[in-house]
């Protein structure tokens, strides 16, 4: 499999307890943000994504918070299941520079 | 991985020599990007696409190549050149726009013998 997620740190949970992923944007200007997953050997998956005139958005079990004032992204994940075993990454993007910048991401695994 | 492919899945190639990956959408998608990862990093850009025959290089291009003749196709080669090639490599295209959201393919992983 892909040794992309080696060296990642790692939050495990219970299977049905509720998963809270933390991403640390860098700049101050950006005004889009995205959660990707990854399973390994696989190419990231969109999951939900939050403009940065909002402060939260829920998906289907999966709700993000955006806290501009410290550049803090986060992504939970309700009722965890074992197929949400996976590396999830937050991606920021800039409208002044056109470019995202990819977080190093969070390995989750789910315990049965 | 939606609309678009990446060929091939696993990829093998000896020291010195170009090569080449596909990456195809049929997404309608105007832009196209090529990434690379490797272990324990966030994904680096090498190269985009905002549009047919135009292209910009990203944060990583050298040793690299691309083209863009047409709008569902954007291949990439490796060449020689590039000194530390092994790698997973992921290509995205997303609508051009403010805040363009990408869609990845399935990757394909670089091994260089």
């Known amino acids: 499999g892909e040794s992309v997620g080696l060296h990642l740190p790692t939050l495990s949970v219970q299977e049905g307890d509720n998963s809270i992923i933390n991403c640390a944007y860098s700049n101050s200007a950006s005004d889009y943000f995205i959660w990707y997953k990854q399973e390994s050997g696989k190419g990231p998956q969109f999951i939900i994504d939050?403009?940065?005139?909002?402060d939260k958005r829920q998906g289907q079990r999966v709700t993000v918070l955006l806290n501009k004032t410290v550049k803090h992204l986060s992504l939970q994940i309700a009722a965890t299941q074992p197929g949400d075993s996976a590396v999830y990454f937050c991606?920021?993007?800039?409208?002044?520079?056109?470019?995202?910048?990819f977080g190093t991401g969070t390995r989750l695994k789910v315990l049965a | 991985d939606g609309g678009i492919t990446q060929s091939p899945k696993y990829l093998f190639r000896k020291e010195g020599q170009n090569v080449t990956l596909s990456c195809e959408q049929n997404l309608n998608h105007d832009a196209m990007y090529w990434y690379r990862q490797d272990p324990g990093q966030g994904l680096r850009l090498i190269y985009y696409?905002?549009?047919?025959?135009?292209?910009q290089k990203g944060d990583i291009a050298e040793g690299y190549s691309v083209s863009r003749e047409k709008k569902e196709s954007f291949p990439l080669t490796v060449t020689s050149a590039q000194k530390n090639p092994t790698a997973f490599y992921l290509c995205?295209?997303?609508?051009?726009?403010?805040?363009?959201?990408?869609?990845f393919g399935p990757g394909t992983r670089l091994t260089v013998l």
């Open positions: 939050i403009r940065s005139n909002m």
């Open positions: 991606a920021e993007f800039s409208s002044g520079t056109y470019k995202y910048i």
């Open positions: 696409s905002q549009i047919v025959n135009d292209f």
């Open positions: 995205a295209s997303g609508t051009s726009g403010v805040a363009d959201t990408q869609y």
